[in-house]
């Protein structure tokens, strides 16, 4: 029974057609001229929580700004990638491993308790960095941004 069973649900499988992954959903809209930016985590610690991603416009008043954000995306720690449609251009980002979920980079007095990053892997060793060294561009075919997380325990 358990034989005809397995050849059954075996038979059953091969009818249903195999769904290619979703579409990546990206924050924005494709067309009208937007290209993908799509952006990347890497040297996580661990894959706990959430990391969210913010896009800043080529204004360097509005970088890491409160209301300075042209975008955000929050996507899980274990597959910290996003995607943002945007205008070719030059845009700065800056990225933290939300470990707690609270949506909030949680700090102590002197230093970050979460990690963060920025485009370029822009410096941080005293302070943050300007947006120059973060301003990155978004060419009409699309870019790719991998940043590092970096933790400062």
């Given at each position: 029974m358990k034989t005809v069973v397995s050849s059954i649900l075996g038979a059953?499988?091969?009818?249903i057609p195999m769904q290619a992954h979703a579409a990546e959903?990206?924050?924005?809209?494709?067309?009208?001229?937007?290209?993908?930016?799509?952006?990347e985590a890497t040297t996580m610690h661990n894959a706990v929580g959430e990391v969210a991603f913010t896009v800043y416009p080529?204004?360097?008043?509005?970088f890491l700004a409160k209301g300075g954000k042209l975008a955000r995306a929050r996507v899980p720690a274990d597959n910290p990638r996003a995607c943002?449609?945007?205008?070719?251009?030059?845009?700065?980002?800056?990225?933290?491993?939300?470990?707690?979920?609270?949506h909030d980079f949680n700090r102590?007095?002197?230093?970050?308790?979460?990690?963060?990053?920025?485009?370029?892997?822009?410096?941080?060793?005293?302070?943050?960095?300007?947006?120059?060294?973060?301003?990155?561009?978004?060419?009409?075919?699309?870019?790719?941004?991998?940043m590092k997380m970096r933790y400062r325990r």
């Open positions: 059953a499988m091969l009818l959903a990206c924050e924005g809209m494709p067309g009208n001229g937007n290209a993908k930016l799509t952006v080529d204004d360097k008043r509005r943002f449609w945007l205008k070719p251009g030059h845009y700065a980002i800056a990225q933290y491993h939300d470990e707690n979920s609270d102590t007095l002197f230093a970050p308790k979460e990690g963060f990053g920025f485009s370029n892997d822009a410096p941080t060793s005293i302070g943050l960095p300007s947006f120059d060294a973060a301003r990155t561009a978004l060419a009409p075919s699309g870019t790719t941004v991998r």
